[in-house]
């Protein structure tokens, strides 16, 4: 009765542990969510021009990176951080988390993402968060689309939209905002109850709702309408399981039906490395970065002479007219507006 | 007990270990708390009928969850130590392979199969002429229930029929020899003896419920939310610590309680266990004892095994285009094969190699670590230290702590340290020792404990020395309970259990991590991939089990 559980095996596994992680010099960490996605090679040009390292840290959703930087500001992880978006933005800014910079490209992006006047926080990019919809099932229903928020209350959309849970999900904030913008701060409530009678599906995560929900995407799920991302339906066809021609979703992108996301990037007060850190900002607002954007994160250049892809010009719609809220509006309310949309929400 | 000073010293180790790994990073956390407190940022303010709401629920939904669980896993439990059958060691590892999924790829298992257009849907809606899916269940309890129960059934079927098996059959048979019946052997013998193991298993399952996080948000949907869940709300979203902290406080508290509860409860009833080193399984014989056997092994498959099935045959097809419902699949092997090229040069891209590599170097270390410190903290308590229920206690702590705050706590207190950033690395195999650790105790102590104390005494009186007796009596005794534990520890690890969100290396990436990463964007390849990934992860696993099974000498020849 011997036992083969031996100390040899614990010291190859204690070697293997100690042989992967010798410490190395660090030198620009670069905080960031987790969606962030971006070229070696891109990255690599960086590297070698000013030779230095570059180390992203994947911290959470944005919402949770935001409060890691908070919760750390005295003692900075990071020099720069990448991803805030408007939503969240105000809070940052009041936490007053970064230095300003004004770059130099500042004058290359489109005017209407510079949404911070001291320039502590750069826009990077922007997307839009819309209602996607499985073209195949209105054809086969013979169903018109919503043409409004208000529509979606209307009997013949009763269960087929999914959107997810505000205080779990940045699409399903941006959505809120939308419906905030759209009925105000007294009507949208009553819509959220109205939408609610009409069986309007809640899920907490974009996961949970285009892969399981969404009859349009691969799970072949129960609902025809899904809060997404007006760029989905081109990744829908970029990665297909077998090439496609035509995209198996669209957006609805009427009037204030989509709300816009921008993302933005900053540097960390306390960094040590400002010096490096603004040369990072530059390339990052630089046309070689921001042609590299929309594929790997599928979200539109701020910089306007960056060239888009051709999957985007034909299969991304953009609304002419989204839904717009004042940042420091959405500061003062946001944590007030998802508590009680939770609480009209929650059985 | 004899050996009760020295047993002290064996303690040492794993209290520094929950004071600079637990007590430290919740200190920093409560002082996040205290500041929230402060006047100046006294503007946030406390829902009590959130806060009473989620206690409730959770306090229900786990109580319902687990005795569920119980319900099916017991008769399960006495199936696996009663009787020998063949393909037993391989259902056993298959019954546990539930426990390591990331929730997400169970959701796409279960939509696979039960879902508006799964498999089994379509064929019900077939036979029922039914133009509506048959079953529909997303958001609600009944489906979060379902999930509690696959993820954890093993965990009763485990603890407890190791112990069965290991039943002195002298015991039953003399009872029976002075007239017993059957149901007074079972009520008046095997129960009372079994009970402290069963009991474990409930704390355990019960304790894993109440902080269950992925399934209520993943599958229950925005209409039911836990204390967990909101702590994650509160912490992560909202950025309001008062809450967090009340919602923290409230769900420690029921922790320590129950841990407490269960301590008292197991003094009163520790019925040794005469060691029963080569298990008496018999083969069923009786009609009624393979009828038994047979049904039981039926529900476990359809409950555990369909839906594992339903991934792994999700992720060896597609559906044809221009077809609608989940019909006209075709086999294709893309998912995987595109795992291994980097499509878009993306920078965070994961060799699958490399991911299921470092799954196994984190879980393999996470598992030695916490059996160590497990078997230190078990070995005090059965030689008589008077800290050890005390440190016992302590230990089961993390478990009932959410894993945001302790994820949260991590980053405050090791990896936002930049002298120690470098190290941030061995942080993760730390945080999931942490939360191994308590199912480690649990394992192995109620099988130390009802060692019976006349085999120390007789080794005493013939002057054994103590590291023979535990080498020789001990550990003998308690190598199936030891392995189980491993698997556990292992499985946690490799399951990736939210702390880790924190603390993630982009150096490093596991396989759980892959899966998420493929789940970021819309298109049918990159649901495809997080399947093949999830299916990877469950070969790994079972390659980690069956090897964990091996090495405390499990035959795996059926025995004839």
């Known amino acids: ?347 | 007990m004899i050996r009760s000073k020295s047993a002290t010293y064996y303690l040492f180790i794993p209290v520094l270990f929950l004071l600079v790994f637990y007590i430290f990073p919740m200190a920093k956390i409560a002082g996040y708390v205290v500041e929230g407190f402060l006047p100046s940022t006294a503007s946030q303010p406390i829902h009590w009928g959130l806060i009473q709401k989620a206690t409730g629920f959770t306090l229900y939904q786990a109580l319902l969850s687990s005795l569920i669980t119980m319900l099916i896993g017991l008769p399960a439990a006495f199936v696996f130590g009663k009787y020998q059958f063949i393909g037993k060691p391989i259902l056993r590892v298959l019954f546990t392979l539930p426990f390591i999924l990331p929730t997400v790829v169970v959701v796409a298992g279960f939509n696979a199969l039960l879902g508006p257009n799964g498999w089994v849907n379509v064929a019900l809606m077939r036979i029922f002429h039914s133009p509506a899916p048959v079953i529909n269940s997303y958001g609600s309890l009944g489906v979060i229930i379902l999930a509690h129960v696959f993820y954890n059934i093993s965990v009763v079927i485990r603890v407890v029929a190791t112990a069965r098996e290991r039943f002195d059959p002298d015991v039953i048979n003399a009872a029976a020899l002075l007239g017993a019946k059957p149901h007074q052997i079972f009520l008046k013998i095997i129960l009372p003896i079994l009970w402290p193991h069963i009991f474990s298993a409930f704390l355990l399952v019960f304790l894993f419920d109440f902080t269950s996080f992925g399934v209520i948000l993943m599958l229950g949907g925005a209409s039911f939310t836990t204390l967990e869940v909101e702590i994650y709300i509160q912490t992560m979203q909202l950025l309001n610590l008062k809450m967090a902290g009340v919602l923290s406080l409230i769900q420690l508290a029921f922790t320590v309680l129950l841990t407490v509860l269960s301590g008292w409860m197991e003094n009163k009833k520790n019925a040794p266990l005469s060691p029963n080193l080569q298990p008496m399984l018999r083969k069923p014989v009786s009609n009624g004892d393979k009828v038994f056997v047979f049904c039981i092994n039926a529900i476990l498959i359809g409950l555990l095994v369909f839906p594992v099935a339903a991934l792994f045959l999700r992720s060896i097809t597609a559906a044809d285009l221009g077809q609608a419902g989940g019909m006209g699949l075709r086999f294709t092997l893309r998912y995987y094969a595109s795992l291994f090229t980097n499509q878009h040069d993306n920078i965070f891209f994961v060799p699958p190699l490399a991911a299921v590599g470092n799954s196994f170097v984190f879980a393999g270390t996470s598992m030695l670590l916490a059996v160590t410190l497990g078997l230190l903290v078990a070995f005090s308590s059965t030689t008589g230290s008077k800290w050890s229920k005390g440190i016992q206690t302590f230990a089961m702590l993390p478990l009932g702590t959410s894993a945001v705050t302790l994820g949260l706590g991590f980053a405050a207190a090791f990896a936002n340290n930049p002298a120690l950033q470098a190290w941030s690395v061995f942080l993760i195999p730390i945080a999931h020792t942490l939360v191994a650790l308590p199912f480690v105790i649990r394992i192995i102590q109620p099988a130390l404990g009802s060692i019976p104390s006349h085999l120390h005494d007789a080794a005493m009186m013939l002057g054994v020395r103590p590291n023979a007796v535990w080498k020789y009596i001990d550990l003998p005794i308690i190598r199936k309970p030891l392995s189980s534990a491993a698997i556990y520890a292992f499985a946690i690890s490799l399951g990736e259990f939210g702390a880790t969100a924190f603390l993630t290396t982009p150096e490093f990436p596991t396989i759980p991590i892959a899966i998420f990463r493929s789940l970021n964007l819309p298109g049918s390849l990159n649901y495809g991939k997080a399947l093949a990934l999830s299916v990877i992860l469950l070969l790994v696993c079972a390659a980690g089990f069956i090897l964990i099974d091996w090495m405390q000498g499990e035959d795996w020849l059926p025995q004839i």
């Open chain 1, 1 to 347: 009765m011997h036992n083969k559980i031996n100390i040899g095996n614990l010291v190859v596994f204690s070697f293997l542990l100690l042989a992967a992680c010798q410490p190395k010099p660090s030198a620009l960490t670069v905080m960031t969510h987790d969606s962030f996605a971006i070229s070696a090679s891109t990255v690599a040009a960086f590297e070698q021009e000013n030779d230095v390292e570059v180390e992203f840290l994947l911290s959470g959703d944005a919402g949770s990176m935001l409060n890691r930087a908070i919760l750390s500001k005295n003692t900075p992880i990071a020099d720069v951080i990448y991803g805030i978006d408007n939503t969240f933005l105000s809070r940052a800014l009041d936490e007053d988390l970064f230095i300003s910079y004004p770059s130099a490209l500042l004058n290359e992006l489109h005017p209407a993402l510079l949404l911070d006047s001291g320039n502590h926080a750069l826009p990077v990019d922007f997307g839009d968060v819309c209602i996607n919809f499985d073209i195949a099932y209105f054809e086969d229903q013979g169903l018109a689309l919503p043409a409004s928020f208000e529509d979606l209350t209307a009997p013949q959309y009763e269960g087929l939209l999914v959107v997810e849970n505000p205080a779990t999900s940045s699409p399903g904030l941006s959505f809120l905002l939308a419906t905030i913008a759209e009925f105000g701060e007294d009507g949208y409530l009553p819509y959220w109850e109205r939408l609610k009678e009409n069986g309007v599906v809640v899920v907490n995560d974009w996961e949970t709702a285009y892969y399981s929900n969404f009859s349009g995407s691969s799970g072949n799920g129960e609902q025809p309408m899904v809060v997404s991302y007006g760029t989905s339906p081109a990744a829908e066809v970029i990665f297909s399981e077998q090439p496609l021609s035509e995209a198996p979703t669209a957006s609805i992108v009427n009037e204030n039906m989509c709300y816009r996301q921008v993302e933005f990037v900053g540097i960390l007060k306390n960094t040590k490395n400002q010096q490096l850190a603004e040369k990072f900002v530059d390339f990052m607002l630089g046309v070689k970065f921001q042609e590299d954007i929309p594929l790997n994160m599928f979200v539109f250049p701020a910089n306007a002479s960056a060239n888009i892809p051709q999957s985007f010009i034909d299969y991304v719609q953009i609304p002419a007219s989204p839904a717009q809220l004042d940042a420091s509006f959405i500061a003062e309310n946001r944590d007030e507006w998802i508590t009680d949309w939770r609480l009209t929400m929650l059985e």
